[in-house]
Nanobody, 121 residues
Framework: QVQLVESGGDSVQPGGSLRLSCAAS????????MGWYRQAPGKQRELVAA???????NYADFVKNRFTVSRDNAKNTVYLQMNSLKPEDTAVYYC???????????????WGQGTQVTVSS
């Protein structure tokens, strides 16, 4: 079994910063891409940022130059540093990872349980 556990969600004022973490654990052979999605009330889940196993990152236009995704492969952990937060960043943030389990060849996507980020004055 594989599990993703997120942490770091909180309530902050506009202009503030937060750092989200997501640690993968379990029967892991290899982790391919990891990333963050978010879902605001009444809206569809959307990609925020993703990072490959060798560190190549891509971002949604609405977070470029504000958010930074990184990962620590030794810890099976992905991070999302969020700066200059805006009220429209309010959402539940979900971690996603494509993980190959021990004994398997192909990976499958796993999701964390979500962590709430609220930006409000």
């Amino acid at each position: 079994q594989v599990q993703l556990v997120e942490s770091g969600g909180d309530s902050v004022q506009p202009g503030g910063s937060l750092r989200l973490s997501c640690a993968a654990s379990g029967n892991i052979r290899r982790i391919n891409a990891m990333g963050w999605y978010r879902q605001a009330p009444g809206k569809q889940r959307e990609l925020v940022a993703a990072i490959t196993s060798d560190g190549a990152a891509n971002y949604a236009d609405f977070v470029k130059n504000r958010f930074t995704v990184s990962r620590d492969n030794a810890k099976n952990t992905v991070y999302l540093q969020m700066n200059s937060l805006k009220p429209e960043d309010t959402a539940v943030y979900y971690c996603n990872a494509n993980i190959v389990q021990v004994g398997w060849v192909l990976g499958r996507d796993y999701w964390g349980q979500g962590t709430q980020v609220t930006v409000s004055s």
